[in-house]
């Protein structure tokens, strides 16, 4: 008997530790996935679309999308965020907020979701794209990045004098926590650090990752499109980049640099991280990147959704990466201009004030 009753207790544990697993794995459905994820968002997108000032408010929506040939319909609110691309003179369409309330989400693919960014096309939803596979080279680089889903967006607007909308390329990120969580680590917020305060391995990581990009539009002193995530309080930070519109990679027609950098172009590149002399202090990173390569590429070569001019040109760019990380002179002027007192290698992206 006391063994049948052991049998059961054993079975019941196992049972609740998989159903404990499924649970916790469910923010993960959603990203996990690689196919493009059609989405409706309806009701007065109108009045959504123009609230984009300084304290944009939430508007009561709804996000639909189709399961099986079912449609799955949640109520959501959501609010224009961001700042350069929150602009309605930058960017025909604002980045967006949706929160979900947590009892409206429950055996949908967005369980386990509290709050989304949903990156909105600027100028072209081809750079969404673009923007996107840019997430996806990182998630090859490190699991400390955040997951991305490229989506389908259709808005239906409820006002009858709207006119209907075609379908647009739009990308949800993974949540700042869930992110943190799947590190085992928490999110640091408000901290400023210098990036030698960081974990120097993951900062090169990302340092080397933004010049191979071509991205200056980053920094750890102001958090500039930068997240800090720890094992615990007391631990040392490390860095995950985010937010890749203004990369040289990408090629957004808006895209600039800084002035401050004196750069031609976001295609000219630029290593921003700190002073480092010794440069066998890049020999990892240098070969995480080798060891990457193929994979890279393959991010571009096995997606269908670009044409072949910026196919052509992204593999030469990314060719010209390889060329100067395997060249120790081309290497070292490069990776050392922090160091140059006359150089603009401290110069520190401060960006806007948020809101």
């Known amino acids: 008997m006391k063994t049948f009753y052991t049998g059961i207790l054993s079975s019941l544990i196992l049972i609740f530790t998989s159903f404990s697993g499924i649970l916790s794995a469910q923010p993960d459905q959603l990203f996990d996935q690689e196919d493009i994820l059609e989405l409706t968002i309806s009701g007065d997108i109108g009045s959504l679309m123009k609230d984009r000032g300084n304290d944009p408010q939430y508007h009561s929506l709804t996000l639909s999308y189709k399961n099986a040939d079912s449609p799955v319909s949640i109520p959501v609110k959501i609010k224009a965020r961001g700042h350069f691309r929150k602009a309605k003179e930058n960017c025909t369409y604002p980045p967006l907020l949706l929160n979900f ?7 949908t693919l967005f369980a386990g979701q509290d709050k989304l960014k949903l990156v909105t096309p600027c100028r072209g939803d081809k750079y969404v794209v673009r923007e996107y596979l840019v997430y996806k080279l990182h998630n ?23 006119k209907s909308a075609e379908p647009l390329y739009g990308m949800l990120i993974e949540d700042e926590g869930q992110m943190a ?6 999110s640091v917020e408000g901290k400023l650090v210098r990036p030698e305060q960081t974990q120097r391995e993951d900062f090169l990581n990302m340092a080397v990752f933004e010049y191979m ?34 990369a040289g990679i990408v090629g957004a027609p808006y895209a600039q640099p800084a002035v401050e950098l004196q750069l031609s172009s976001t295609r000219e590149r630029r290593y921003r991280g700190y002073c480092i002399q ?19 590429y393959k991010v571009y070569t096995g997606n269908t959704l670009l044409e072949e001019s910026y196919l052509k040109s992204t593999l030469k760019f990314l060719d010209d990466f390889y060329k100067t ?31």
Not at 101 to 107: G, H, K, L, V, W
Not at 140 to 162: C, E, I
Not at 181 to 186: A, I, Q
Not at 279 to 294: A, G, L, P, S
């Open 325 to 355: 990380i395997n060249d120790p002179k081309k290497l070292k002027y490069e990776f050392q201009y922090p160091c140059d007192p006359d150089g603009t290698g401290n110069v520190v992206i401060q960006g806007l004030k948020k809101n």
């Open 101 to 107: 309330a947590q009892d409206s989400t429950q055996n």
């Open 181 to 186: 969580k799947r590190n085992n680590s928490v």
């Open 278 to 296: 010794d440069m066998n202090k890049f020999t990892e990173v240098i070969d995480r990147f080798n060891q990457r390569k193929e994979n890279f």
């Open 213 to 246: 990009i071509g991205n200056t539009d980053w920094s750890v002193q102001y958090l500039q499109n930068v997240k800090l995530i720890a094992s615990d309080s007391t631990s040392i930070p490390v860095t995950v980049p985010y937010d890749f519109d203004h």
């Open 140 to 162: 090859q680089l490190t699991p400390k990045s955040f997951k991305v889903r490229l989506v389908k967006v259709t808005y239906a607007d409820s006002n009858p004098k709207s």
